[in-house]
């Protein structure tokens, strides 16, 4: 039970530290090219304002207008889809990896019976009479 707890902090841990490695992906080298080619946009001031100018000015200095920030929508969602892909890149080499260590582990088992030639029955491997018509069997050499 410790083992799987200390196996379940260290992925908490590396997974961690991998979200921040792809926000920073994200944020400082995929967006900017993308914003460079659609016009110099700074994906993370993209944002709908929800108050016009006219609005705004009847209100305080220290007020913050609330806005729909959908440029930080964007490279959160696409942040996500990498950690996203790459989790099931992971799942499905780990998969793979189990099912030859499975298929290595599963040794053809040796049989345990055989067909009698008389009556096509089935009798235990070592057996020199067959328990069905009672013939006589040949003996099975193992080596």
Same mark, same amino acid.
């Given at each position: 039970?410790?083992?799987?707890?200390?196996?379940? !902090?260290?992925? *908490?841990?590396?997974?961690? $530290?991998? +979200?921040?490695?792809?926000?920073? /992906?994200?944020?400082?080298? %995929?967006?900017?090219?993308?914003?460079?080619?659609?016009?110099?946009?700074?994906?993370?001031?993209?944002?709908?304002?929800?108050?016009?100018?006219?609005?705004?000015?009847?209100?305080? !200095?220290?007020? *913050?207008?609330?806005?729909? $920030?959908? +440029?930080?929508?964007?490279?959160? /969602?696409?942040?996500?889809? %990498?950690?996203?892909?790459?989790?099931?890149?992971?799942?499905?080499?780990?998969?793979?990896?189990?099912?030859?260590?499975?298929?290595?582990?599963?040794?053809?088992?040796?049989?345990?019976?055989?067909?009698?030639?008389?009556?096509?029955?089935?009798?235990?491997?070592?057996?020199?009479?067959?328990?069905?018509?009672?013939?006589?069997?040949?003996?099975?050499?193992?080596?």
């Amino acid at each position: 039970m410790r083992g799987n707890v200390i196996d379940l !902090a260290v992925g *908490v841990i590396i997974g961690g $530290a991998f +979200g921040k490695i792809v926000t920073s /992906l994200v944020n400082d080298v %995929i967006m900017p090219p993308i914003g460079r080619v659609l016009g110099g946009v700074d994906f993370k001031h993209l944002k709908i304002p929800l108050y016009t100018k006219e609005q705004l000015d009847d209100k305080p !200095a220290d007020f *913050v207008a609330p806005v729909i $920030a959908y +440029g930080q929508f964007i490279n959160v /969602l696409i942040d996500f889809l %990498i950690v996203a892909f790459c989790i099931f890149m992971l799942v499905k080499v780990i998969n793979v990896l189990r099912r030859t260590e499975k298929k290595k582990d599963e040794a053809p088992a040796a049989p345990t019976e055989k067909e009698c030639p008389y009556c096509l029955s089935m009798v235990p491997i070592k057996a020199t009479r067959c328990k069905h018509c009672t013939s006589q069997l040949e003996a099975v050499q193992h080596g």
